[in-house]
């Protein structure tokens, strides 16, 4: 059973930025495009982006320039780098497979107010 586990949400205020990690226990890992989900209260959840096993990464338009997906296979991490960071990306977030297929893990609370 793959697990999944988002870390490194916090309370920042407009402008700012955390990165955020997720720990998979998957064997298969290295293999897998692995993406950032996001869920606003109210909203469905959204993906915000890929990355690849060659680290290849495509963004939603509205994290585009401002968000960074990177991974290291060998850990079986993921990391989501978010700067200028706006209200409107509170969400709690979520690392999951490109299309979701992994079990969802509890996800890490982000909050941008002043």
């Known amino acids: 059973q793959v697990q999944l586990v988002e870390s490194g949400g916090g309370l920042v205020q407009p402008g700012g930025s955390l990165r955020l990690s997720c720990a998979a226990s998957?064997?298969?890992?290295?293999?897998?495009?692995m993406g950032w989900y996001r869920q606003a209260p109210g909203k469905q959840r959204e993906l915000v982006g890929t990355?690849?096993?060659?680290?290849?990464?495509n963004y939603s338009d509205s994290v585009k320039g401002r968000f960074t997906i990177s991974r290291d296979n060998a850990k079986k991490m993921v990391y989501l780098q978010m700067n200028s960071l706006k209200p409107e990306d509170t969400a709690v977030y979520y690392c999951?497979?490109?299309?979701?297929?992994?079990?969802w893990g509890q996800g890490t609370q982000v909050t941008v107010s002043s």
């Open positions: 999951n497979s490109g299309s979701g297929t992994f079990p």
């Open positions: 998957t064997n298969i890992f290295r293999f897998v495009v």
């Open positions: 990355i690849t096993s060659g680290h290849s990464t």
